[in-house]
């Protein structure tokens, strides 16, 4: 293990330690029975809100930029365009963080025996703290992309994820004793996830090889030889939380926006029209994939311009064999991106599906690791091995060895 390389995992265990550390710390005002668990400290503490504020952000700045032409010019315009963008993120970040803050810290005083005084006080206090928490976690992420090793916000939901599965296994494990569970169901859900696991690493490491020949051509006093190469697309290039963050949001919204109109009344049309779309119904299951599976190919279609890489890959005097530069190149493409994009929204789909239908049914196993939180995990590994090979294989200076 190189110096280079000690130094970063050592970096990203210290903040991930003071990450977990800020977890046991409670608001100050609330009474922490010696009774409560780690685990139960963890969701009156200051990092409460962990870093879902700043990611639901991130996704309405993405959903604008899908949408509005002068914001995606602004993301694909250089650093300071990039730099533009996420102070953006991080003002809307802030806002919607003191939103919840203000509400949880309202709702927290109501509560009996859990605010030392209850007042106006403690409100804004508590929204402070909480607020507070989320900037320290934006800016603690931010350290570990930087100075770490992987991507620090991924690094903080992973760790997250896995710190509650303990207490999820004990449960399981308890209800095992008590007989409210039999082994072999215990042991199935254990199959089932790690074929998910599988699943996600076969899926996320599978690209679309698309073959491209570069001519020799003259770069200033530079004599640069013809070359072949690919051009590699990714089967998810969707990613996992705009789809599957976006389509309760498509589901739940238009509900919402009806009810405050007509009323949502015990017996009212938008009341069951609500109680059909509720999470685990069989409405809101197909639904939910139909959405799913359209705003993967929706933000695909963000991600990957085909019309930009064929314009990018003329100036570089690259061509695919074959096929004809310029539009001929961008309708190939087209078709090469959609048709990879079936499978990975279909993939997406699936693992949206994976926790409601087991939660549906019953199976609280594979809702609490099935889906979202396994690719995640997943994901954070697979991107954590690719950067310790490349700092293994870079020296300080930054040349690779």
């Not at 650093?79 to 809307?92: D, F, H, S, W, Y």
């Amino acid at each position: 293990m190189s110096r280079e390389l000690a130094r970063r995992i050592a970096f990203t265990i210290g903040a991930l330690l003071l990450f977990r550390l800020g977890t046991q710390i409670p608001i100050a005002g609330i009474v922490v029975h010696p009774a409560f668990a780690a685990d139960r400290i963890a969701p009156l503490s200051i990092f409460s809100l962990s870093l879902i504020p700043y990611l639901t952000a991130a996704i309405l700045v993405q959903l604008v930029a899908v949408v509005w032409r002068r914001v995606r010019a602004l993301e694909r315009s250089g650093e300071a365009g990039r730099r533009k963008l996420a102070r953006i993120t991080l003002i809307l970040a802030l806002l919607l963080a003191a939103f919840q803050a203000f509400g949880i810290a309202s709702a927290m005083r109501q509560l009996p025996r859990l605010v030392v005084n209850p007042g106006d006080w403690f409100v804004v206090s508590a929204t402070a703290s909480l607020v507070g928490g989320v900037l320290v976690l934006i800016w603690l992420s931010e350290q570990i992309t930087r100075r770490g090793i992987g991507n620090g916000l991924a690094l903080i939901l992973s760790v997250s994820i896995v710190a509650s599965l303990p207490s999820e296994v004990e449960t399981f494990l308890t209800q095992l004793r008590r007989g409210a569970i039999s082994s072999n169901v215990l042991v199935g859900n254990a199959i089932l996830l790690i074929l998910i696991v599988a699943l996600i690493v076969f899926v996320e490491r599978a690209r679309r090889n698309v073959p491209v020949q570069f001519a020799a051509r003259f770069v200033g006093d530079r004599s640069l030889l013809s070359r072949s190469t690919v051009l590699p697309i990714r089967i998810n290039s969707a990613g996992y939380l705009l789809p599957v963050t976006v389509a309760p949001w498509a589901i739940s919204l238009p509900v919402a926006f009806a009810g405050s109109i007509f009323g949502a009344d015990d017996g009212s049309w938008v009341e069951a029209i609500s109680a059909h779309l509720q999470f685990g119904e069989k409405t809101h299951i197909v639904l939910g994939s139909i959405a799913v599976f359209a705003l993967a190919f929706v933000y695909t279609a963000f991600v990957i311009d085909p019309d930009h890489a064929a314009e990018s890959l003329a100036r570089q005097g690259g061509v695919i064999p074959g096929v004809t530069p310029g539009e001929a190149t961008a309708s190939y493409l087209d078709r090469v991106v959609s048709l990879t994009t079936v499978i990975g929204a279909s993939y997406l789909t699936a693992l949206s599906l994976i926790p409601e239908v087991f939660l549906a049914y019953g199976n609280a196993l594979v809702y609490k690791m099935g889906g979202g939180a396994a690719l995640i995990v997943v994901c954070t590994i697979l991107d954590l091995q690719t950067q310790v090979r490349e700092v293994s294989l870079t020296n300080p200076g930054g040349v690779r060895r």
